[in-house]
């Protein structure tokens, strides 16, 4: 798969795109990365990418004219047209079903706002997708294109090595995990649950089910199909239970 970013900060993307599975995915040209400076399509001897909003109002919004132009000059770098998404806060919001559509793909242009956001000129005839991360305000769309990227990455085929495979995850069936253990099996006096010591594989089977039934209830409910009331606890996690007073 082939990703376009077109950004104003393309420093940004060198760190977290570089290590781990996305770094991998890169070296096994898997994931064929470009990083674009949208002012290069500036054509004013100031380099301007934004402008005043007509109809008033605060900050700056950047310019259709720039967009577009820098839209044009990468798409006819490669062959496929690709899917240009927009990273907006006011976009739909990104999801395990919307990750895996866009993970078949063979082209994805990534656009980064920045200032107020994009003229909607553009959105309306560049635009095919407008995605957001989730409902906080960040300073930009770069974090939440470099997010978008990752989880695509680990839907490409080959991309998480043999063994894993993307199909069988949490949110494929709608629950969360269930709690992970290793060695020490006690340390400082805090234990491991019995059961996962006792080689019965059934009954850590359903363990874990009901570990994952009991987490899901408790912190996504909406996972389960309940309304989201907002009437969830938060804050500070519970320590249940009294402390495991085991020796070493
Ligand atoms: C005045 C209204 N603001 C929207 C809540 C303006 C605004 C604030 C921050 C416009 C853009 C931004 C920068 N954020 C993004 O570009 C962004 C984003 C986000 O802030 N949260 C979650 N997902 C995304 S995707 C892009």
Redesign the pocket.
């Known amino acids: 798969m082939r990703v376009d970013v077109l950004t104003l900060f393309p420093e940004a993307f060198r760190g977290p795109l570089d290590v781990s599975i996305v770094k991998r995915a890169r070296e096994d040209g898997l994931l064929d990365l470009h990083v674009h400076d949208i002012r290069e399509h500036a054509t004013d001897r100031h380099r301007t990418v934004d402008d005043y909003p007509f109809g008033g109002g ?1 900050g700056m919004v950047m310019r259709v004219d720039v967009l577009d132009r820098a839209l044009e000059f990468v798409r006819a770098q490669a062959p496929e047209r690709g899917l240009v998404v927009y ?5 739909e919001r990104l999801n395990d079903r919307i990750v895996r559509e866009l993970a078949a793909e063979p082209r994805l242009i990534l656009v ?3 200032y ?2 994009v003229d909607e000129r553009f959105v309306e005839h560049c635009v095919d997708r407008e ?4 409902d ?6 770069e974090l ?1 294109a470099m997010v978008l990227i990752d989880a695509v990455t680990r839907h490409i085929p080959g991309a998480l090595g043999d063994a894993a495979s993307p199909e069988e995850e949490s949110f494929a069936d709608g629950l969360l995990e269930h709690p992970q253990y290793t060695r020490p099996a006690v340390y400082r006096g805090w234990a491991v649950p019995d059961v996962l010591l006792s080689g019965h594989h059934a009954r850590i089977e359903a363990w874990r089910r009901a570990q994952r039934l009991a987490r899901t209830r408790e912190r996504r409910p909406d996972l389960l199909g309940e309304p989201n009331d907002g009437a969830q606890p938060g804050g500070r996690r519970e320590r249940l239970g009294a402390p495991d007073e085991v020796d070493e």
């Open positions: 605060q990273l907006t806060p006011a976009g980064c706002g920045r107020e956001g995605i957001s991360i989730g906080y305000v960040l300073t930009g769309g939440p």
